[in-house]
């Protein structure tokens, strides 16, 4: 199985959803489109990793409700234990920024600006999902959801990527202050 397959089993290790609900759960962690999602379902099913419901609706297509199966527990209990590959940056805002000197510093800054402001959405979005996980979780702020509360998982993945934006913020604020001004 690819690290694919083993992502649609953490998500189903804590939720029964669809194909389409997966999709959206997984896009922040990582991209995946409908053409890799619903084929590896399929597989997962066939290898008996997960089983469906065919839930009906009136207004649109009927459809698939996945559940992980036990063995499938156990293929992402023997994935857990396995080292992770190493982190794959794909950012294209980090090539421009290798040959910024090739255009006027104004052009340069508005590249960094308009990261920066993407940056503080993000961090005002990131903000809120932790506060959203710590009342589902039952814990004050400042506390932190026990090893085995569901919600640690995301509770862990949302704070670092809380501490990658501003992260991100400060390089972003930093590599302004070295781009020239327009009266510089």
């Given at each position: 199985m690819n690290t694919l397959a083993y992502g649609l089993l953490s998500l189903l290790s804590h939720s029964h959803l669809s194909g389409y609900d997966l999709m959206l759960k997984l896009q922040p962690f990582w991209p995946a489109k409908h053409s890799q999602i619903y084929p590896l379902l399929s597989n997962l099913e066939k290898e008996e990793q997960?089983?469906?419901?065919?839930?009906?609706?009136?207004?649109?297509?009927?459809?698939?409700?996945?559940?992980?199966?036990?063995?499938?527990?156990?293929?992402?209990?023997?994935?857990?234990?396995?080292?992770?590959?190493?982190?794959?940056?794909?950012?294209?805002?980090?090539?421009?920024?290798?040959?910024?000197?090739?255009?006027?510093?104004?052009?340069?800054?508005?590249?960094?600006?308009?990261r920066l402001e993407y940056y503080h959405i993000k961090l005002q979005r990131y903000e809120e999902k932790i506060t959203h996980i710590l009342k589902k979780s039952g814990v004050n702020e400042g506390e932190i959801p026990s090893y085995q509360s569901p919600y640690l998982g995301a509770y862990i993945l949302l704070n670092k990527a809380l501490m990658s934006c501003k992260t991100n913020i400060e390089w972003c604020t930093w590599v302004l202050k070295v781009i020239p001004a327009d009266n510089e």
């Open positions: 997960v089983t469906f419901e065919l839930v009906a609706q009136t207004d649109k297509p009927d459809k698939k409700v996945y559940t992980i199966t036990e063995k499938g527990i156990d293929s992402l209990r023997e994935w857990l234990s396995v080292p992770a590959s190493d982190p794959v940056l794909r950012d294209e805002l980090m090539i421009k920024a290798y040959c910024l000197s090739f255009v006027d510093p104004a052009i340069s800054r508005k590249l960094f600006v308009s």
